[in-house]
């Protein structure tokens, strides 16, 4: 089975402060995701990786930074927290090619005070 | 610009009672029309991928279909285990393998 784990499960930080999600998965997976997930909105993207040292931005990037050193790992980095960025985060992983699902981890609660 | 919609909001069944979930979607070029059950506090489950219109996936009491336009989540006889909200989203030619959420269904098995 795939599994994708994200470091914390809930996470209490200040406005201002730079704040690090971590996520790895144990599939050798080369496409990784970023999603935030907000009621009534839905899930939406906020980078991806296809490969070390690559990412893209989604649909949402902005106030947010990623990192791929390695194939395994991939980081969501909020550069100076800000209240509106209080929600769910969620990490996904997939093989690449048509129709390959995407596997999730279990998601960061995450609350900027 | 892609969109999925997903009908209704919210569902509530006594167990046994079959029903259907909608997700109707404008993607480009669809590759890949994807259905999720999330639990709560989870990350979305991988259920079922649809390729093409008229195909049709089953698992357990859940049977997923596509049309050029929409999708469904047919429930037969559910228990209350099914209870969950189920996502349903698409992938697109023009994408790089993005997926478009649907805002989901939130369904209810009463015992």
């Known amino acids: 089975d795939v599994k994708v784990t994200q470091s914390s499960r809930y996470l209490v930080k200040r406005t201002g402060e730079k704040v690090f999600l971590e996520c790895v998965q144990d599939?050798?997976?080369?496409?990784m995701f970023w999603y935030r997930q907000d009621p009534g909105l839905g899930l939406r993207l906020i980078y991806f990786s296809y490969d070390v040292k690559m990412k893209e931005k989604g649909d949402i990037p902005e106030g947010y930074s990623v990192s791929r050193e390695k194939k395994e790992r991939f980081s969501l980095i909020l550069e100076s927290a800000s209240t509106n960025q209080t929600s769910m985060y969620l990490c996904?992983?997939?093989?690449?090619?048509?129709?390959?699902?995407?596997?999730f981890g279990d998601g960061t609660r995450l609350s900027i005070l | 610009e892609d969109q999925v919609t997903q009908s209704p909001e919210a569902l509530r069944l006594q167990e046994g009672e079959s029903s259907s979930l909608n997700c109707s979607y404008t993607v480009s070029g669809l590759r890949g029309l994807f259905w999720y059950r999330q639990d709560p506090g989870k990350g979305p489950e991988f259920l079922f991928t649809l390729y093409s219109a008229g195909e049709e996936k089953e698992k357990e009491r859940l049977k997923a279909t596509l049309t050029k336009k929409e999708s469904f989540l047919h429930i037969t006889a559910p228990k209350p285990e099914d209870s969950a909200t189920y996502l349903c989203a698409g992938s697109s030619n023009f994408g790089n393998e993005k997926l478009t959420f649907g805002t989901g269904t939130r369904l209810t098995i009463i015992p």
């Open positions: 996904a992983s997939s093989r690449p090619g048509e129709g390959q699902p995407q596997h």
């Open positions: 599939m050798d997976h080369e496409n």
